[in-house]
Antibody, heavy 117, light 117 residues
Framework: QVQMVQSGAEVKTPGASVKISCKASGYTFTSYYIHWVRQAPGQGLEWMGVINPSGGKTYYAQKFQGRVTMTRDTSTSTVYMEMSSLRSEDTAVYYCARKQTNYFDYWGQGTLVTVSS | QPVLTQPSSHSASSGASVRLTCMLS?????????IRWYQQKPGNPPRYLLYYHSDSNKGQGSGVPSRFSGSNDASANAGILRISGLQPEDEADYYC???????????FGGGTKLTVL
């Protein structure tokens, strides 16, 4: 069965960086794009960007350009999302999600990132 | 890029039908987009419900009851999620989303908190 398993919660100080992993299993890793979506406490969904696991090509939301980097490791079927220059407003649950043709069909369990001094 | 606007909250009685709206910003036509709908309950990632583009191009998520359905309201330039026979377990946040191919951007609405009375 398809699973997207994310790394554990992180606590960071302002200005630091964080790198979250999302390990996919149960399907051919390179066949589906993987997106990253975050959700601040009590807020809605915010799209961050997407990576094509096949070639590694990425597209980022304009808001995160220059601060977010998405990479993948095909040998372990894992995608990574790294965000730098963290600030308190980046406190959120970060999700990876597999993109089926028309929709996000499988989501990771979410990774809580807390940015606090 | 387009903006999707959803009412922040909606309430209805158990057994009733509700119509949740997702309005597309000016300059974009809802008929040109595939609107996806997601349901999110506290502490869980979103769950895909369905997508709607036209009566001949729509899809239901796996295991999603037929009492969840999608449509468009061209006059309001909005996507619609209809839930009939409301049940207590339908109480959740509902998000619409769409992929804007020109800008390679995923857009989400702000979400509607549905309360079942």
């Amino acid at each position: 069965q398809v699973q997207m398993v994310q790394s554990g919660a992180e606590v960071k100080t302002p200005g630091a960086s964080v790198k979250i992993s999302c390990k996919a299993s149960g399907y051919t890793f390179t066949s589906y794009y993987i997106h990253w979506v975050r959700q601040a406490p009590g807020q809605g969904l915010e799209w961050m960007g997407v990576i094509n696991p096949s070639g590694g090509k990425t597209y980022y939301a304009q808001k995160f350009q220059g601060r977010v980097t998405m990479t993948r490791d095909t040998s372990t079927s894992t995608v990574y999302m790294e965000m730098s220059s963290l600030r308190s407003e980046d406190t959120a649950v970060y999700y990876c999600a597999r993109k089926q043709t028309n929709y996000f069909d499988y989501w990771g369990q979410g990774t809580l990132v807390t940015v606090s001094s | 890029q387009p903006v999707l606007t959803q009412p922040s909250s909606h309430s209805a009685s158990s057994g009733a039908s509700v119509r949740l709206t997702c309005m597309l910003s000016s300059g974009f036509s809802v008929g040109d987009f595939w609107i996806r709908w997601y349901q999110q309950k506290p502490g869980n990632p979103p769950r895909y419900l369905l997508y709607y583009h036209s009566d001949s191009n729509k899809g239901q998520g796996s295991g999603v009851p037929s009492r969840f359905s999608g449509s468009n309201d061209a006059s309001a330039n909005a996507g619609i999620l209809r839930i009939s026979g409301l049940q207590p377990e339908d109480e959740a946040d509902y998000y619409c989303g769409t992929w804007h191919s020109n800008s390679k951007t995923q857009v989400f609405g702000g979400g509607t908190k549905l309360t079942v009375l």
